[in-house]
């Protein structure tokens, strides 16, 4: 280990990693920030739509077109199961709701008796095939202007894609609240009450408001998996809670912070792991290399309490938006 | 607003409590009464071993079965013997229950696939009465020695995943169920569903009373439990103290380390008057940040206590250890103390006054932030408990908490949020709900049964099944 960690850390800006759970995050700013869903199963919503792709590519051969359909309705589908009986109640309710949904989702995949369809505990493999068949990059390495950040066709390729759904997400959000539609889904947040004496159907804008950001989050889950193995246990409720502080870290209420925060976040873990190894080398940390981990973990947790305690609007926020506070 | 019971109520509640638990009993004495004359009627049929161990090889790289290896079993039962098959895989009847020892036969290995795991050859398996095909599996691969032990590995130290291993569970897979089988299985189910669901209770009521004081969804109450889990741990494991001294000695802990939070974090953020949104996300950060102490203090690996598996009490096709026996009954003394303290003494009687209505109780008296730190101090030692029993039930980790914490959630839910009877009941039904769904759907899934059933309770009686009805919409 050396200096070779800082560039790690640069990496992670252009990480497809990290552009999923930016997507992921910004449907949960739709959620949570504009719409005041408690939505605690957003690593469920990426769980469907990572299965649904990875299913219908590898187990049936779809074509990829086919396979970004399913990913989508396989999202629609799960928001509506978990909005129409839930979002009549209070707000505490959805979050236990959809955080149990998530879990049945990940315990059920994980099944030895499903594993014909899902690969079990062993998940699924190779699921990025047709996705980089439609590649039209040549083959080869290219690095980035001279830097040690160099990777080969395919890499560029989901970065490419996946910054490319970022970056069509922001704007999607950024049109929509600034819309009739957006001001009523604001207007839900602030008081609902008020929305419904105005003869807006409040049930039906959340519906379509929990199907818009769980679709981001479904699509979030194929971004995920491209650059790997599709692993039941990487959409533990741990997920979720990651999306809620890189969320908060940006701005609850905003359209580019959870770009910003996935950056900051993914970025400070990287280093954070680097400072800690080179510590731990040069003998001035009294740890072993394995609990790096852990600490990279607890500062999250720190963090996430810190921020929501001291600057609950995030980095971006303006604190008239904040209505959970 | 939500809690419990007016005062008028609390004879009749705490007659019912009892009534409860004294049927609880009876159902398991009586279903023990049965379940032996079961065993007895298929013992005269058949002559057939109840219990089986499914050896499975397998190569690690393409998990395809390696087949003609034999196997040997060793154990309370004596000696077994057998070969796999095509598919890999070897069904070792064995006549007793308890621990065997599971061994293939390395030199008969072919060198191409290789040899298991370093450490895994031979395998301790656990069976229990009734168990059928519990599977012992071993990877092949031309990297390992032959005879390998040491070097643990480091598949899980680097950055350890939550609910990796607890809910996959070691259990049975399930066999074809004929009459006879059924009962078998049904008592021995209903007895540890029974006794988990007490387990839960312990946690739930805490958290239950935390939620009708304060309002708070506490998302950390699993760490108090591993907290509790990893002291007895510390002082029975590690230390050599007898039981009776480091179970109250977790609790007294347990009870410090919720003065502790409520002291630092939560009451100050109450007096800044955060919300009860972001309070719940401190909660959840809280969370994290403690689920990574753990392992930063006591390592991501599995850790037992003390404890003799030895069957203690066995009833027909019931067997049950000691500390299970031990534990239920602890388990109830204390749920009725809990109940006692809530309905007899004064701070009880406050608890339930600042759950009903926090205003009217300050106005009329009450000291309600004595009142929440007491009810913190308490939920932190009955969740201490429930992480000790936790560790004597299955075994203990840094997650152990994390892992049931969404069934102490959907205890309260179904039992109504805030109360504190209707968290017993609640997780009396998830424990025997998830312990008899094994009977009909795969061992692995017996989590999401009791999870699915908090969403229809929610859906067809949001205020769950003690709750007072009002408006939840």
């Known amino acids: 280990m050396n200096g070779n960690f800082i560039w790690l850390a640069i990496g992670q800006i252009f990480d497809p990693t990290v552009a999923a759970y930016a997507l992921a995050t910004i449907g949960l700013v739709i959620h949570f920030g504009f719409t005041g869903l408690l939505n605690f199963g957003q690593a469920g919503f990426m769980a469907v739509g990572g299965y649904a792709f990875a299913i219908t590519s590898v187990i049936y051969d779809w074509p990829l077109w086919g396979s970004f359909l399913a990913a989508i309705v396989a999202a629609t589908v799960f928001a509506l199961i978990l909005g129409i009986p839930t979002l009549r109640l209070r707000a505490d309710y959805l979050s236990i709701v959809t955080i149990a949904a998530a879990e049945i989702i990940r315990l059920s995949v994980k099944t030895p008796e499903f594993s014909d369809v899902t690969g079990g505990s062993e998940g699924i493999n190779g699921a990025a095939r047709a996705f980089n068949d439609v590649n039209p990059l040549p083959d080869g390495r290219f690095g980035l202007m001279g830097t040690p950040l160099v990777y080969n066709q395919d890499q560029w390729w989901i970065r490419i894609v996946g910054w490319g759904l970022v970056a069509l997400a922001c704007l999607l959000v950024f049109l929509l609240m600034r819309s009739p539609w957006g001001r009523v889904i604001m207007g839900i947040r602030e008081d609902e009450d008020a929305v419904r004496s105005l003869g807006k159907n409040v049930f039906s804008y959340k519906i379509q408001a929990l199907i818009l950001g769980g679709v981001l989050g479904g699509l979030a889950g194929v971004v995920f998996i491209l650059p790997r193995s599709l692993q039941p246990d990487n959409y533990g409720t741990q997920l979720t809670f990651f999306l809620y502080t890189i969320m908060l870290l940006g701005g609850a209420a905003t359209v580019f912070g959870p770009v910003v925060g996935s950056i900051i976040f993914w970025v400070t873990l990287s280093l954070t792991d680097g400072l800690l190894s080179l510590g731990i080398e040069a003998g001035v940390l009294p740890l072993t290399t394995t609990q790096t981990g852990p600490i990279r973990f607890i500062v999250v947790g720190v963090a996430l309490m810190l921020l929501v305690i001291f600057r609950p609007q995030g980095i971006f926020g303006k604190k008239k938006d904040l209505h959970f506070a | ?473």
Not at chain 2, 109 to 135: I, K, Q, W
Not at chain 2, 368 to 376: A, F, L, S, T
């Open chain 2, 1 to 473: 607003m939500l809690a419990g019971i007016r005062p008028g109520q609390s004879a009749r509640l705490i007659a019912m409590l009892i009534a409860s638990v004294v049927l609880c009993l009876s159902v398991v004495l009586g279903g023990s009464a049965l379940g032996a004359s079961a065993a007895e009627t298929t013992a005269s049929t058949s002559t057939a071993t109840e219990q089986s161990i499914l050896v499975w090889v397998r190569t690690d790289a393409d998990k395809v079965g390696v087949a003609n290896v034999s196997v040997t079993v060793e154990g309370e039962g004596g000696t077994e013997t057998g070969v796999t098959g095509a598919d890999g895989k070897a069904v070792v009847p064995v006549s007793e229950p308890g621990t065997y020892s599971v061994t293939i036969d390395e030199d008969a290995l072919p060198a191409e696939t290789g040899y298991p795991r370093p450490s895994t050859n031979p395998a301790e398996v656990e069976v229990f009465a009734g168990n059928t095909e519990v599977p012992a599996i071993f990877f092949l691969s031309p990297d390992n020695a032959k005879g390998a032990v040491a070097a643990p590995t480091d598949e899980s130290t680097t950055t350890p995943t939550p609910g990796a291993s607890d809910e996959a569970g070691t259990g049975t897979t399930t066999a074809p169920v004929t009459a006879d089988t059924f009962w078998l299985r049904f008592w021995p189910q209903l007895v540890t569903g029974l006794i988990f669901g007490l387990l839960i209770a312990l946690a739930a009521i805490g958290a239950s009373l935390i939620y009708g004081t304060t309002g708070l969804n506490n998302f950390a109450h699993g760490e108090l439990v591993t907290f509790g889990a990893l002291m007895a741990y510390l002082f029975s494991g590690i230390i050599g103290l007898p039981a009776i001294i480091a179970i109250p000695a977790a609790m007294i802990l347990g009870g410090l380390f919720g003065w502790a939070q409520d002291a630092g974090i939560w009451r100050p953020l109450r007096k800044r008057g955060l919300g009860l949104i972001p309070m719940m996300i401190v909660t959840i950060g809280l969370s994290l940040a403690l689920r990574y102490v753990f392992v930063l203090l006591f390592g991501p690996d599995r850790l037992t206590l003390p404890n003799s598996t030895k069957p203690f009490l066995v009833i027909g096709s019931v067997s049950l250890k000691f500390t299970d026996v031990a534990g239920a009954v602890i388990a109830i003394v204390v749920i009725l103390g809990v109940a006692l303290v809530l309905t007899k003494t004064k701070i009880g009687k406050a608890m339930r006054a600042v759950s009903d209505n926090r205003a009217l109780a300050s106005a009329s008296g009450i000291n309600v932030e004595r009142v929440i730190r007491v009810v913190w101090v308490g939920s932190g030692a009955l969740a201490a408990l429930a992480g000790v029993y936790v560790g004597y039930y299955q075994s203990l980790r840094w997650d152990t908490g994390a892992s049931i914490l969404l069934l102490i959630f959907a205890a309260i839910t179904l039992g109504g949020l805030g109360s504190a009877y209707g968290a017993l009941v609640g997780a009396v039904i998830i424990g025997l709900i998830m312990n008899l769904s094994t009977l009909w759907i795969p061992e692995n899934l017996k989590f999401v049964a009791p999870l699915v059933l908090m969403i229809i309770i929610l859906l067809v009686r949001p205020q769950g099944i003690l709750g007072r009805k009002e408006r939840v919409g």
